[in-house]
């Protein structure tokens, strides 16, 4: 529950607030100017997170958003295509950044409900080497996928998606911003989801906890490409010691609790399925998102959200009659309880008494 409002938030793992240790440890950080290569906090957490994934070198950016297209403008010319799920943050939700400042044509290939993308489309999607044709230089995946119910994409078909794509000469870039999530709910070290992956973007201020950051790995090569896209995109952030403080407690304490959500989120799919009302199966839930459907036709997602909201529980529409919710690091089991609760009251009443409610996720 939010220490500021006493609301539970479960709109995304991205409200979390940093803990007291983090806050004492951003105060005391040592710094220097990055862009220089002088910060010796933020050239720890690089050195922390590209030895955890089993990469060179790392490089610290603002957000997920900036990691995902600093890799993809590092891997791709201009006119270049890149294969991606249909439904892939990239291409969903990042405004079109690679094609906007990059030149980068997406090709979408559809996302099965697990996550993964089938080994013969993606193989079919490749273009063979035609003048009429763009160049099939990238493959994309993202693991947890969120729009997918964060399904963790397994071992066996990381290996096998980044051999195909090495197999034609294509580079494999893993969005990685739950990657924490997968690698706790499928017993794996994170370097091995990623051993066949050329770049991975992760993310320290989802389930992490971090209030600010992501990362970049890959070979030594392509960190130095990545850094100087980064500060083509406005990406060189000085004394970022001060965040990156934050981000070494995240990796070095919090990737194993996050099972903690995963059961809680689990414990939420369980209570909601029980209800009249909503639709959703608690056995896909494998991580810390729970999207469900709303079966009553007199209310509106927003309608729901909007009751949800008077009774201090924040969620988020998703589209159509769907909504998502995510747990964090302060959700607690009672608070889970407190949310299953305010659904059953909420269901109970006339959909038209409800005003709506509208937000953006992440």
Not at 70 to 93: K, N, P, T, W, Y
Not at 139 to 160: A, I, K, R, W
Not at 213 to 239: H, W, Y
């Amino acid at each position: 529950m939010s220490a500021i409002n006493n609301v539970v938030d479960l709109r995304s793992d991205t409200v979390t607030l940093p803990s007291d240790a983090m806050r004492e440890a951003m105060y005391k950080a040592k710094v220097g100017d990055d862009v220089y290569g002088e910060d010796p906090t933020v050239n720890e957490l690089e050195h922390i997170v590209a030895e955890m994934l089993g990469k060179e070198a790392a490089v610290f950016v603002s957000s997920g958003t900036q990691a995902n297209l600093v890799s993809v403008l590092s891997h791709c010319q201009r006119g270049d295509e890149m294969i991606l799920g249909s439904v892939a943050h990239i291409f969903m939700s990042e405004q079109g950044g690679a094609a906007i400042l990059g030149g980068i044509q997406p090709r979408t290939v559809p996302n099965q409900a697990d996550g993964t993308i089938a080994l013969a489309a993606i193989e079919a999607a490749i273009r063979p080497d035609n003048v009429h044709f763009p160049i099939t230089r990238l493959l994309c995946l993202e693991n947890t996928h969120n729009s997918c119910g964060g399904q963790p994409l397994p071992v066996s078909y990381m290996d096998e998606a980044g051999e195909l794509a090495h197999r034609h000469g294509l580079a494999l870039h893993v969005d990685g911003a739950r990657l924490w999530n997968a690698a706790v709910a499928e017993n794996a070290a994170p370097a091995d989801l990623v051993r066949n992956a050329d770049s991975v973007s992760v993310c320290l201020s989802k389930g992490l906890g971090a209030p600010v950051g992501s990362l970049v790995v890959g070979s030594s090569e392509f960190i130095r490409k990545a850094r100087r896209n980064r500060k083509v995109l406005g990406g060189g952030m000085r004394q970022a010691g001060v965040i990156a403080a934050a981000g070494i407690l995240a990796v070095t304490e919090n990737v194993e609790r996050l099972a903690d959500d995963h059961a809680n989120a689990h414990r939420l799919a369980r209570g909601f399925s029980e209800l009249d009302g909503i639709i959703l199966d608690p056995d896909t839930i494998k991580t810390n998102i729970v999207y469900f459907e709303l079966r009553r036709a007199d209310m509106t997602p927003a309608q729901f959200a909007e009751g949800m909201k008077q009774h201090n529980v924040l969620l988020s529409p998703s589209g159509g009659r769907m909504l998502r919710a995510v747990t964090n690091l302060d959700v607690t089991q009672a608070d889970i309880d407190t949310a299953i609760a305010a659904a059953k009251a909420v269901l109970s009443v006339d959909g038209e008494k409800l005003g709506e409610t509208h937000g953006a996720y992440a």
